[in-house]
């Protein structure tokens, strides 16, 4: 009997945040662990699996007790993505003209 494989696994996470509970862990506590370790790779492919509308509330929620270095990797990542986002969209605008 093949085991699903756990969210970490699905994510591709460097950290095992669900190795107790593999199969069972609800995925707005998996983004409390992940947030709370702080790992900036493992924040990104979390954030680009869930996307921000899910990461965000739960960051946001918790940002006051975070350590500075997580609060920056994850502006970071935010910025990083609006970058390539407006990268994008003047790409597609002087395509199109």
């Not at 960051?59 to 970071?76: I, S």
């Amino acid at each position: 009997m093949m085991r699903k494989p756990s969210l970490s696994q699905k994510i591709g996470t460097l950290f095992p945040y669900d190795w107790a509970n593999p199969s069972g862990m609800k995925e707005e506590v998996f983004v409390r662990h992940v947030i709370s370790r702080g790992l900036f790779k493992d924040l990104l492919k979390t954030v680009r699996y869930m996307g921000f509308e899910r990461v965000d509330c739960i960051f946001n929620e918790m940002e006051p007790t975070l350590p500075n270095a997580t609060r920056r990797a994850y502006l970071n990542i935010k910025i990083g993505y609006q970058n390539a986002q407006n990268h994008r969209a003047s790409r597609q605008h002087t395509t199109s003209l």
